[in-house]
Antibody, heavy 121, light 108 residues
Framework: QVQLQESGPGLVKPSQTLSLTCTVS??????????WSWVRQPAGKRLEWIGR???????TYSPSLKSRVTISVDTSKNQFSLKLSSVTAADTAVYYC?????????????WGQGTLVTVSS | SYVLTQPPSVSVAPGKTATITCGGN??????VHWYQQKPGQAPVLLIF???DRPSGIPERFSGSNSGNTANLTINRVEAGDEADYYC???????????FGGGTKLTVL
């Protein structure tokens, strides 16, 4: 059974960089059969896809966040990470990591439990 | 970018049928996926590729997709089905996942 677990600071100051890590267990990122994504959800609002990374390090980002987002992968640790720079209160949200398949299997079949990140001074 | 529109809320009596719509321009030409999210929990994949169910999802949940509207249908609604439901597609033009605004299902 694949499990994803987010970790990182729950409080980030405005203008700083938000950093989160997702640890994958029960499956290998390096298998190359999935993409690994970050999705966020402000309280009471819709899910918003942030971006994804493949096992070879290639990435795709949401156009609306592209200028501030970096997603990377560490296959040796079976982890992938999110960095979001120049955060504001609007970036306060529950952040989820999730996976979807390759070859048009673009639905998210496994999700982490989510971690709340608050942007506040 | 591609936009998916869902009604904010749907109410249904126990044992009845609930239909949640997801509107988008020629959405029938895309693959639509549905998720159920209960308060404080992560989304759970409910339907993929318009109408396929992952293992463990009851047959009461079904989906369809045609024209400009995709539908999630829940038969014999139970109290435990109270949740937010989200549709999702992959927008090939911008190469990104797009979610609908979510629909809160209330069981009366």
């Amino acid at each position: 059974q694949v499990q994803l677990q987010e970790s990182g600071p729950g409080l980030v100051k405005p203008s700083q960089t938000l950093s989160l890590t997702c640890t994958v267990s029960g499956g290998s990122i390096s298998s190359g059969s999935h993409y690994w994504s970050w999705v966020r959800q402000p309280a009471g609002k819709r899910l918003e896809w942030i971006g994804r990374v493949y096992s070879d390090g290639s990435t795709t980002y949401s156009p609306s966040l592209k200028s501030r987002v970096t997603i990377s992968v560490d296959t040796s640790k079976n982890q992938f990470s999110l960095k979001l720079s120049s955060v504001t209160a609007a970036d306060t949200a529950v952040y989820y990591c999730a996976r979807h398949g390759v070859a048009s299997l673009f639905y998210f079949d496994y999700w982490g439990q989510g971690t709340l990140v608050t942007v506040s001074s | 970018s591609y936009v998916l529109t869902q009604p904010p809320s749907v109410s249904v009596a126990p044992g009845k049928t609930a239909t949640i719509t997801c509107g988008g321009n020629t959405i029938g030409s895309k693959s639509v996926h549905w998720y159920q999210q209960k308060p404080g929990q992560a989304p759970v994949l409910l339907i993929f590729y318009d109408s396929d169910r992952p293992s463990g999802i009851p047959e009461r949940f079904s989906g369809s997709n045609s024209g400009n509207t995709a539908n999630l249908t829940i038969n014999r609604v139970e109290a435990g089905d109270e949740a937010d439901y989200y549709c999702q597609v992959w927008d090939s033009n911008s190469d990104c996942a797009v979610f609908g605004g979510g629909t809160k299902l209330t069981v009366l």
